[in-house]
């Protein structure tokens, strides 16, 4: 019998890139709503761009690293029927 994708096991790895991501958007959250330092268009953009890269890139190396642990024979805990 054949595991299901992204069980309850590799979930449970994968929640260490849950706490930073929410960190991160977190703060997109609150700077998109209470900018301390004012608006001003360049500094806002990279300042956005930074933490949603960040956000973007963190999701892709989550997903890359959830697909590679499913993939990988020595961490199959296959179950026989019984």
Do not use: C, K, Y
């Not at 806002?44 to 761009?49: A, C, D, E, K, M």
């Not at 997903?63 to 499913?70: D, Q, T, W």
């Not at 020595?74 to 029927?81: I, N």
């Amino acid at each position: 019998m054949s595991r299901r994708a992204f069980d309850a096991e590799i979930a449970l790895d994968l929640t260490v890139n849950l706490i930073p991501f929410l960190i991160i958007g977190f703060f997109v959250a609150v700077f998109a709503a209470f900018n301390p330092w004012g608006f001003a268009p360049l500094q806002s953009t990279i300042q956005f761009s930074v933490l949603v890269v960040t956000m973007a890139t963190l999701a892709f190396v989550t997903l890359v690293a959830a697909r590679a642990i499913e993939t990988d024979d020595r961490t199959r805990h296959e179950t026989a029927d019984t």
